[in-house]
């Protein structure tokens, strides 16, 4: 038997088929762009997903006989995305997508409303859902006026594959309509930003069965088994399901886009109040808490851009020993920041510039920034009562020595390193497939073998964090400029 996870991501797709063991036999990857019409703004055409999956699994099917034995699909996907459909589930207009920030005026609105944040377990982020319908009301009443349905990416790929509405708890989290600890829609959340529960997908587990796949479906891909399809995760959540971060002691730091450090929790201790966000896990009974940075990895493809260079380029002479803080800060806030700042108007900023300043004294600046970001969020983290004695290393920054090395020892908690392989959210969506299927997801989400474990270096953990101190004193002026 196999299983199919899909990664949809906010820059492409990836397929990855497992075999029951959880052994890769294929990966396919499909990209597609967002389109920014206006400052702040970040939208995607439903369609390229779609075209994307169809695209991957034509490829599949004729790459690996394995796919004809497929018996699960799970779907992980980038969370908050707001996809409105009408009454035919037509998509009324573009997605509007997590990093989109048009919507502050209205989170500030809801998160100041009475029992918002006690319900949802979360400050209302502009990037969460429940805002966005709130800019569409005011800014697209008539759309407004035909929505029939609000489907989070995932969700909406979930119903391509079965013909149904469903979404899973730990999407549907950050939707700022999910009372989070009850794990069901809210009454009252629903009823601040003026929608309707009618409006909302069934909700199931993320391990559980959404459905079958569509028959018609099924035939065209060649398939003549049962094939269940899983409620599926928002992307961090199933990242945590592929690295097996699913109990107390748990957690990750991811390199990717946005930087996150997740801790998966036994119990919901929300604390909306440190900036953390607190979602349902992928499996039943879990939670978990993570910090979010909105530009890791894109800082540095930012300072690659503007410098004509590749970040690998930029970021190979440093080598792999770690050196002391540099006399160049940087604030990694290109589009706005989350944890601890909420703060959708910061922007990013270098201080300490000299007429000596080198472009190599930058790339640190920028490694060091990120790194800073991350300690803000584990900060947040450990306010929360989580704690961690290692945590894993993923994303495409963790290919870095020297970023690891610095991260490691700003957080003070030793990295650890998956050995080669598949691990992560495309894994992780496998895995929700296969318990779908009817496999115990106790039994499925094990953690990866790890090849090594990078230690802080003792010698400079003190130096950053003051530096990190420093970092920290440069948010307030900077803000002050905005």
């Given amino acids: 038997m196999s299983y199919l996870g899909l990664d949809l991501g906010t820059s492409g797709l990836r397929a990855l088929l497992v ?45 690996c006989p394995g796919f004809a034995r497929l018996r699960g699909i799970g779907v992980a996907g980038h969370m908050h995305g707001a996809t409105l459909l009408d009454a035919e589930d037509a998509v009324l207009r573009p997605c509007i997508l997590w990093n989109d ?26 990037g969460f859902t429940a805002p966005k319908l709130a800019w569409v009301r ?76 569509r028959a018609d479906l099924a035939a065209a891909w060649g398939l003549s088994g049962p094939v269940a399809v899983a409620g599926g995760a928002g992307d961090n959540a199933a990242a945590a399901c592929g690295i097996g971060a699913l109990g107390e002691g748990q957690g990750f730091v991811s390199l990717g886009t946005s930087g996150v450090l997740l801790a998966a929790r036994d119990g919901y ?19 978990y808490q993570m910090g979010v940075m909105l530009s890791a990895t894109d800082s540095l493809n930012w300072l690659a851009a503007i410098t004509g260079s590749k970040p690998a380029d930029l970021t190979a002479p440093l080598g792999s020993d770690l050196r002391a803080p540099g006399p160049v800060r940087f604030l990694p806030y290109l589009s706005g920041e989350r944890t601890p700042h909420n703060d959708a108007e910061i922007r990013g900023a270098f201080t300490g510039l000299s007429a000596g300043t080198s472009r190599h004294d930058m790339v640190r600046a920028v490694l060091e920034g990120v790194a800073f970001g991350l300690r803000d969020s584990l900060d947040a983290l450990k306010a929360t009562g989580a704690a961690f004695e290692t945590l894993l290393a993923i994303g495409g920054g963790s290919r870095s020595e020297y970023w690891l090395k610095l991260i490691a020892t700003v957080l003070d908690t030793p990295l650890s390193l998956p050995a080669s392989g598949e691990f992560g959210a495309a894994l992780g969506a496998a895995r929700l497939g296969r318990c779908a299927a009817g496999a115990d997801w106790q039994a499925v989400m094990t953690p990866p073998e790890i090849a090594r474990t990078i230690a802080p270096d003792p010698a400079l953990t003190e130096a950053f964090a003051a530096a990190h101190a420093k970092f920290r004193a440069a948010y307030a002026p900077t803000r002050a400029l905005q």
């Fill in 269 to 287: 201790a929300p604390a909306p109040e440190t900036a953390v966000h607190t979602f349902c896990h992928a499996v039943p009974g879990k939670w």
């Fill in 19 to 63: 075999d029951e063991d959880g052994t890769p036999l294929h990966a396919v990857e499909r990209a597609y762009a967002a389109a920014h019409p206006h400052p702040g703004w970040s939208e995607q055409d439903p369609a390229h997903w779609i075209a994307a999956l169809e695209d991957a699994v034509a490829e599949m099917r004729a790459a």
């Fill in 138 to 213: 005011a800014h697209e009443p008539e759309i407004f006026a035909r929505v029939a349905k609000v489907l989070l990416p995932a969700a909406y790929l979930n119903l391509y594959l079965t013909g149904d509405h469903v979404a899973d708890m730990s999407d549907s989290a950050g939707t700022a309509w999910l009372d989070t600890g009850a794990r069901d829609w809210s009454d009252l959340l629903l009823n601040a930003g003026h929608m309707r529960k009618d409006q909302m997908p069934r909700l199931v587990e993320g391990s559980q069965a959404a459905g079958p796949l």
């Fill in 101 to 126: 920030t048009r919507s502050s005026v209205e989170a500030a609105r809801l998160d100041a409303m009475p029992q918002v944040r006690e319900v949802s377990g979360n400050i209302v982020f502009p």
